[in-house]
């Protein structure tokens, strides 16, 4: 006669069985989402934001549209979940840049550092175009702003670290100042034109080598 099992050792059977079952689930749930929204990003590209459509997505990514709408319930939770996806590996970035130490950054020519920082995001925007389009309609995300205002507060200080704190906060204050406004004024209202948004991107490190060269070159006599 075969001994019945424990009352927890079957409970803990069931349960492996269960998670067993539901890791290829949750793994297909992951990749039809990622499918979902490379098809957005592509029809983002092909269409503009106007051309993004719930039953589009579908087609594109060949999902039924009832899946679609288990994951996303609009479109606007749809955008939301592929700028949430940049934004994931913008922060990325910045963990990387984050990890450079002082003594790197203080190495560097004015130039070279602001090369070393707006590169991989440019880099970023040129693969990911529908980025340049989605940046037009999205929210600014205030905790991003502050992230990168801690990097490149790390970046001053390094540089001039014999410089008053209240005026290495101002350096670091207006470079963010000089990128958003040109983000505001030109960049944002160009995204419709991807190539000339490439363009706004490289002269804004232009312009931002160009800052930063000038005051080193007056503070750091």
Known sequence: MKKPRADNESELQDQERGSTARSPLQARGRARIEAVLDATAELIVEKGLEGVTMHGVARRAQTPIGSMYHFFPDRDSLL???WDRHAAALDELEDELGR????TWRGLSAEAVIDRIM???IEYFERKTDFLILMSVMPHDEAKKKRKSGMMRKVIDARM???KASERELYVEMLHALAGGALAVKLRPSMGDVQLARRYLREVK???AAYLAAVEAAVLK
């Open 100 to 103: 450079i130490d002082s003594e």
């Open 119 to 121: 590169t991989p995001h």
């Open 161 to 163: 670290p014999g410089v």
């Open 206 to 208: 232009r312009a931002l």
């Open 80 to 82: 939301a979940a592929l």
